[in-house]
């Protein structure tokens, strides 16, 4: 069985940063991120797409395009998500995610047939 394990979240300042990391229990090509505010229905963060254990494709949702980076260690099995300049719109339960989809399915969790628990991101303002 497949086993995902989310780290790094926590509480910040708007404008802060913070690193979640995701370890698989082996290596996983297509991987992604989610978030899910109370309230609201889980979106896509962001998605990446290895072959050869090269970094080929990654998919960013507009509201964090240039803040978020989303890279992977291949060494440790892991997956990471670099979030810098946090807003507390950003504040959300984030979920890793492994599944292979097409370019325009990457944001749709139903894709996505394995998860993680989920790590807490709270941004204050």
């Known amino acids: 069985e497949d086993d995902f394990v989310e780290s790094g979240g926590g509480s910040v300042q708007a404008g802060g940063s913070l690193r979640l990391s995701c370890a698989a229990s082996?290596?996983?090509?297509?991987m992604g991120w989610f978030r899910q505010a109370p309230g609201k229905e889980r979106e896509g963060v962001a998605s990446?797409?290895?072959?050869?254990?090269?970094?080929?494709?990654?998919y960013y949702a507009d509201s964090v395009k240039g803040r978020f980076t989303f890279s992977r260690d291949n060494a440790k099995n892991t997956v990471l998500l670099q979030m810098d300049s946090l807003k507390p719109e950003d504040t959300a339960m984030y979920y890793c995610?492994?599944?292979?989809?097409?370019?325009?399915?990457?944001?749709?969790?139903?894709?996505?047939?394995?998860w993680g628990q989920g790590t807490q991101v709270t941004v204050s303002s």
């Open positions: 990446i797409y290895s072959y050869s254990h090269y970094v080929r494709s990654t």
């Open positions: 995610a492994a599944g292979c989809t097409t370019s325009s399915d990457w944001a749709r969790s139903s894709k996505y047939p394995y």
């Open positions: 082996r290596y996983t090509s297509c």
